[in-house]
């Protein structure tokens, strides 16, 4: 009789446990947050590595902001500050799979070397992005991307993050 109440007892938790898991499952994340790493050029001298954080809406139309510290490979160039408001499109039924991003913002830059016009040490960020955001689950995912527009020739990121 005790094995039988005991065997009970662990069923009846494993089921409550299974259906807390598969509520919070089902639950729809409202944003996501993403660390990412990102190769950018914003000249003809050597690429700057950027280290980025995207926070955004999680729709099949999100809006967000993006920020990067994109430090040179060349010493002589200048660091660079860029924070962007963006608007995504899934082109997907979801939250995921291949998206088109629009970004505006500012970029700021600071170094040795002198900013030529019409940046004068900033300048307005602006650019298209396409990507591809693989789910790894319900709450993870990775998305490779590749962007272009100004004050940077083009850029090539890789961003890991979370849904909310």
Avoid: C
């Avoid at 999100?62 to 430090?71: D, E, H, N, Q, R």
């Avoid at 799979?97 to 970004?103: E, V």
Wanted: hydrophobic share 45%; no cysteine; aromatic share 14%.
């Amino acid at each position: 009789m005790r094995k039988l109440a005991i065997t009970a007892v662990i069923l009846l938790t494993a089921a409550n446990l299974n259906a807390q898991g598969n509520q919070h499952e089902t639950s729809r994340p409202i944003f996501f947050a993403a660390p990412v790493i990102e190769t950018v050029w914003y000249g003809r001298k050597p690429p700057s590595i950027g280290f980025v954080f995207a926070l955004g809406s999680e729709d099949k139309v999100s809006i967000g902001l993006k920020g990067i510290y994109a430090i040179p490979l060349a010493e002589e160039d200048f660091t660079t500050i860029e924070i962007t408001l963006f608007f995504r499109v899934y082109l997907s039924e979801a939250a995921s799979g291949l998206f088109a991003q629009l970004t505006y913002g500012v970029a700021v830059f600071s170094g040795e070397s002198a900013v030529s016009l019409p940046a004068e040490g900033g300048a307005i960020s602006i650019g298209i992005t396409a990507g591809l955001r693989f789910p790894l689950g319900s709450r993870f995912f990775i998305e490779p991307y590749i962007r272009g527009g100004y004050p940077y020739y083009g850029g090539i990121g890789l961003s890991t993050g979370i849904r909310f």
